[in-house]
């Protein structure tokens, strides 16, 4: 299994509150994603890294903000939290390739964070 | 840009029975296509990948699936279903040349019955 570690768990929040979730990996993999995974959406990308410092938005990055200052964590933050953005929280990795190849790479999923926001 | 359809929100399908599970996927540019499997409370595992060498796959678990570009399809399929089988399963896309950035379709639950 990818050493793909998210924290934490489970977390219940208070609306308004700031909120970050954090994905740790040790497999040096040059990409890191955060999706989200809601009942009849399947998952949705939140922002993706290329690199360290290098991140870009995803499909539904509005409320989300991301920091990658080592190869190994990625952070998403959630500035001020909202009932919407009650759900599960997975962090995926991948070698990632260049030119022709990029796209190639499956995505190795970390456990999950069940995030609720009362 | 990328997008997939899966067929069917949920199968049900007797222990011993063939699993079909559909997916048709649009895509741009020369796709790479992904099926997941997730099992309850866990993270999602890759079954198999198609990355443009043979069109039929072969994953884990004796599940299977055929690229078929003039149809748009990339069914999983095994011959014969365990009641550990029973799980949600996400079939995905990502273009060529992309960042790399999978398009997942919105899952199908597949129920596994004695």
């Known amino acids: 299994d990818a050493g793909i570690t998210q924290s934490p768990r489970h977390k219940v929040t208070e609306t308004g509150t700031p909120v970050t979730l954090r994905c740790h990996q040790t497999e040096n993999h040059r990409y890191m994603y955060w999706y989200r995974q809601d009942p009849g959406h399947g998952l949705r990308l939140i922002h993706y890294?290329?690199?360290?410092?290098?991140?870009d938005k995803g499909e539904v990055s509005d409320g989300y903000s991301v920091s990658r200052s080592k190869t190994e964590d990625f952070l998403l933050t959630l500035e001020s939290a909202t009932s919407s953005q009650t759900s599960v929280y997975f962090c995926a990795i991948s070698e990632g390739l260049r030119g022709a190849n990029r796209g190639r790479h499956e995505q190795f999923f970390g456990p999950g964070t069940r995030l609720t926001v009362l | 840009a990328q997008s997939v359809t899966q067929l069917g929100s949920h199968v049900s399908v007797s222990e011993g029975a063939l699993v079909l599970l559909r997916c048709n996927y649009s895509s741009s540019v020369p796709p790479y296509l992904f099926w997941y499997v997730q099992y309850p409370n866990q993270g999602l595992q890759l079954l198999l990948k198609y990355t443009s060498a043979a069109t039929l796959v072969k994953g884990i678990n004796g599940f299977e699936a055929e690229f078929k570009k003039s149809e748009t399809s990339f069914h999983l399929t095994k011959p014969s279903a365990h009641m550990s089988d029973a799980a949600e399963y996400f079939c995905a896309v990502s273009g060529r040349g992309s960042q790399g950035n999978l398009i997942f379709g919105k899952g199908t639950k597949l129920s596994v019955k004695p």
């Open positions: 890294s290329y690199g360290v410092k290098d991140t």
